[in-house]
């Protein structure tokens, strides 16, 4: 059985919370499209993802971090520009 495939989405574990798509987003300071992509798995910018993640972690109160979700490929944010230009 494949490691990477049993782990869940952000979306599956933000539809068993009261948080909505259009909260996190907000509260994280971001897009809802960026945020839907961090939820779904897709590509976005690491900075972003890592925002989303800590918002919903703080949220909820529980950590959650870019390892624990579920990515369409193995990793499938990009590193943030800041940090590409170092």
């Known amino acids: ?4 495939a049993s782990k869940p989405t952000l979306l599956e574990l ?4 009261t ?8 509260e994280a300071g971001v897009t809802l499209a960026q ?3 961090v939820e779904i798995g897709g590509f976005v910018d690491e900075h972003v993802a ?5 918002t919903f972690s703080r ?5 959650v971090t870019l ?13 943030s520009s ?3 230009a170092q």
């Open 82 to 84: 800041r940090h590409r």
């Open 19 to 26: 948080i909505t798509s259009e909260q996190l987003a907000r």
């Open 59 to 63: 949220h909820t109160h529980q950590r």
């Open 14 to 17: 933000r539809r068993n919370t």
């Open 50 to 54: 890592r925002t989303v993640m800590n």
């Open 35 to 37: 945020s839907y992509a």
């Open 1 to 4: 059985m494949d490691k990477h």
């Open 67 to 79: 390892n624990d979700i579920r990515w369409s490929h193995p990793v499938a944010w990009m590193p």
